[in-house]
């Protein structure tokens, strides 16, 4: 069981808007530690998608943007297109137990339908 | 270009030991922590271990400690994970990653499979 909690999967048509959503907790998200989004298309390797909560790395679409309050974040992808069919996922940090842990989400499946 | 890639993942028994590499070039090695993270067979990603930039710090998930070991060689820009005693349940496709503590993942290796079975 993943310490921050995403939905198993999400669907859109093409041209749509589709949220994810990660919720953690006080020990994670809710203690200010930023949150970071990957895109893993099957058989590749994650891709850093957005970083410190609402940051777009170079070359990343403007269809995606990244918010965060409290104890969750979320991914919106708006204008859905065939090729963002991959898996999401959330990813950030905990102290819990004074290590600094790198935490994820379980992934959300995005289908473009 | 920022490249990391994996190398040593096969195919072992169980209770057997492999030895990961991650062969780091286009960026300062030194300046960056690096991470092992898994992903076993239609799950999620998994965090394995993570060493920092001096290697004074290093620590594991709950599920390898004691089994695992990473280490660095920041003059051979190489990051490894020894793995022993390993379980079925290890078998896992094994990347490497790059990241400042407290930031984002931001470059990933293509991984290398890890299969535990008799």
């Known amino acids: 069981q993943s310490v921050l909690t995403q939905p198993p999967s999400v669907s859109g048509a093409p041209g749509q808007r589709v949220t994810i959503s990660c919720t953690g907790s006080?020990?994670?998200?809710?203690?200010?530690?930023?949150v970071h989004w990957y895109q893993q298309v099957p058989g590749t390797a994650p891709k850093l998608l957005i970083y410190?909560?609402?940051n777009r790395p170079s070359g990343v679409p403007d269809r995606f943007s990244g918010s965060k309050s409290g104890t969750s974040a979320s991914l919106a992808i708006t204008g859905l297109q065939t090729e963002d069919e991959a898996d999401y996922y959330c990813q950030s940090y905990d102290n819990i137990l004074n290590r600094p842990g790198v935490i994820f989400g379980g992934g959300t499946k995005l289908t473009v339908l | 270009q920022v490249q990391l890639v994996e190398s040593g993942g096969g195919l072992v028994k169980p209770g057997g030991s492999l030895r990961l590499s991650c062969a780091a070039s286009g960026f300062t090695f030194s300046d960056y922590y690096m991470t092992w993270i898994r992903q076993a067979p239609g799950k999620g990603l998994e965090w394995v271990s993570y060493?920092?930039?001096?290697?004074?710090?290093?620590d594991y998930a709950d599920s390898v400690k004691g089994r695992f070991t990473i280490s660095r060689d920041n003059a051979k820009n190489s990051l490894y994970l020894q793995m022993n005693s390993l379980r079925a349940e290890d078998t896992a496709v094994f990347y490497c990653a790059r990241y400042r503590l407290w930031e984002e993942i931001d470059f990933w290796g293509q991984g290398t499979l890890v299969t535990v079975s008799s």
């Open positions: 060493i920092s930039n001096s290697c004074r710090t290093i």
């Open positions: 410190a909560n609402t």
């Open positions: 006080n020990s994670n998200i809710g203690a200010g530690y930023d």
